[in-house]
């Protein structure tokens, strides 16, 4: 995924995410390299709260690709 295409340039991403297995789950992002890491983190309160933040560091990034990629992930809050 980080290798070619939109992401290629990416050489670290990291922060804080959520999934609609387990809304009210907070979860960790961290990649560098070839290795994602995804590890629980906390609990949402409320869960309105839940949000995704995460931080992509590279080189000759495409913002626009990156976030319209990001974006066609995302699945309604609970």
Known sequence: ???????????????????????RK???????????EITPYGIWEPIEAAEQKVVFI??????ESITQALDSALVPKP
Not at 27 to 32: E, G, K, Q, T, Y
Not at 58 to 63: A, F, I, V, W, Y
Request: net charge neutral; proline share 2%.
């Open 58 to 63: 590279g080189q000759d990034l495409d913002k």
């Open 26 to 36: 907070a979860l960790m992002w961290s990649h560098a390299v070839s290795i994602i």
């Open 1 to 23: 995924m980080f290798r070619d295409g939109t992401f290629k340039n990416v050489l670290r991403s990291k922060g804080f995410i959520w999934t609609d297995e387990h809304p």
